[in-house]
Every structure is written in structure tokens, then in C-alpha cells.
């Protein structure tokens, strides 16, 4: 793919100096990009590698001044660094842009699949799926019976998707995510031993929701584990039976919710942070990393941090209080020792 100055600097609405001729055919960092390349610069930190790059175009704020001359050209935009983020989802459309089925694969007679689908190779599409238009199912991808996939989703290689399980539109799931295991119910026996509980519920994943690799979403004991609109999940997290996570919530690497919990819209939770089961956190309720929750969170819009939690200020209080447990405690013997000359 190779694309001219002027046909970039018309599809971001921006104004080229320089050639505006010169041809770029791959995306690079401004320190190492090479001849052919496009980049950005919206970190004034990174201004000196303007003046030395070998990018044959730069992207640049519209209000930007050069402080010595520069060799590429560039385009001016209203903010570089939105701009160039639409250029890699762009980018990214185009080089994820596969349609057709491979073979081998195999495709349930009973399922339904809508058009401009791609399914690859060694991919299992179980009975009575139904596959939206324009997604994609990457090679070793399994989905369930009865499965539900809306529109425009994207299932990388490996994603296994049990039974039952709901899935809307515009959905990305990385590789080797477990959708709909099942959630960890066994009950306690007089002999000590323990029964399986079986899990006859499903996981319901609304519009918008990307989720990172290696996480397990596990089914519900009964009803749904529920994964709002526009949730941001990362890698390697685990998200018991019967959560709910709010919409526009993000959650970072590690974090475990253990069952029934129940996180409000619009929450950020650090990685390594874990949350027992069976309470409710308000409304933009922000967790540091590696924090352990308790307890339900009824104030909107609070941070909290610590193992267990308190607020977040109270934390940092502490923390300089435990660093200063060193010196403290050499005035104390300090003073002992006066006490014991003295007597």
C-alpha cells in the first residue's frame, strides 16, 4: 500500500509542506523510521528527532514552529498524535481485511453466517451459530452451539467461545480468550469432598467491547455474566460467575472480580487488583494497581488504594509514614539509650 503526502494530508484534513508527491508505504517511530516511512510528532520531548529523521513524511501540530530546518515533509494537523491513531486504525483495517473460509474448517449445517466473513483455517463453528456480517474468525477459533456473534467482530486465533454465549457488534477478542467456562461452583460434602455445581448460564458481551488475551470470562451459575458497552478488558484477567461490568470501564492486566460482583459504568481497576465477590463498586470508582477490595464502594467518583483498601489519599499518607518506619525507629533506640545513661 503506498499513498502520496497529499492524498494523507486530504484524508486528515490537514495542509502539507514540502513535496507533496512523496510516497510513504509503511508507519515507522520518528527516532528509527527510514526513507518510505510516515510518522508523527506530537511529544515536544521527541523534537530533536525531527530534525534528523529519515521519514520521508511527518505529521506535525497545525500551531507547531520548526526551531532549525527540516528536511521531510510535513503535514500540519489540528492534534498529530489523533491523527496519526486514525491513520493506524486505517492501517490496521486494511492489513486485517480478509474475507472467504478456508479450509479445513468446519461450518455446523445449522449455522447461519452473514456475508463479507472471513473464517480460517481449522476453525469449528458449532450448530445453530449465527455469525454477523463482515467478521472475523481467525484459524483455530471455536464457537459453541448456539452461539451469538453480531457484526463487525474480530475473534483472533485461538478464542473459545462455549455454548449459548451472546456476543453484539463491533466485538474484539485477542487470542486464547476463554469465553464461558464454567464458573468455579462446587459445593462442600460432610466428607470433605466437594460437588460440582453445575453452570447452566451464559456470558452476554454488549457493542463495542474489547478484550485482551489469555482473560476467561466464565458463565453464569444461572442468568448471565454480563459485559457492558464499550468495556476495555486486558490481558490475563478473570472475570467470575454471575459479574457485571459497567459500561466504559477499563480494567488492567492480573485483576481478578471474583463471583457476582458487580463493578459501576465508567470504573478504571489497576492490574493485580482483586475484588471479592458479591459487592458493588459505584460509578467511576477508580482502583490502584495491586489494591485488594473487601467490600461494596457506594461513593461515585472516588479512588481508592491498599490491600485492604482505603482512599486513595489515606494510602499515600501511610506509604511516607512506612518509609520513614527506618528512622523512626533509630531516634527511638536513640533515646532509649539516653534513658538507660541517664538512670
Known sequence: MQFTAQQIGNLLNGSVDGNPDVTVNQLGKIEDAGEGSLSFL?????????????????IINESFIPSAPVSTTLIRVKDAYSAFSILLEKYNTLRLNKVGIEQPSFIHP???I??????GAFAYIGANVVVGDNCKIYPQTYLGDNVKLGNDCTLFSGVKVYEDCQIANRVIIHSSTVIGSDGFGFAP?????YTKVSQIGNVVIEDDVEIGSNTSIDRATMGSTIIRKGVKLDNLIQLAHNVEIGKNTVIASQTGISGSAK????S?????????GHISLAKGTQIQAK?????SIEEEGKKWAG???TSYTNHMRAQVVLNRLPELERKIEALERKLKEKN
Not at 478504571?268 to 471479592?276: F, K, L, R, T
Request: hydrophobic residues 35%; without cysteine; negative net charge.
Open 42 to 58: 506530537a511529544n515536544p520531548k521527541y523534537e530533536s528527532f525531527l530534525y534528523e529523521t529519515k521519514a520521508s513524511v511527518v
Open 110 to 112: 445449522s449455522a447461519t
Open 114 to 119: 452473514g456475508k463479507d466473513v472471513y473464517i
Open 189 to 193: 460434602q460432610a466428607d470433605g469432598s
Open 263 to 266: 463493578v459501576g459504568e465508567q
Open 268 to 276: 478504571v481497576i489497576g492490574g493485580q487488583v482483586g475484588i471479592v
Open 291 to 295: 489494591s485488594g477490595i473487601n467490600r
Open 307 to 309: 490491600a485492604p483498601f
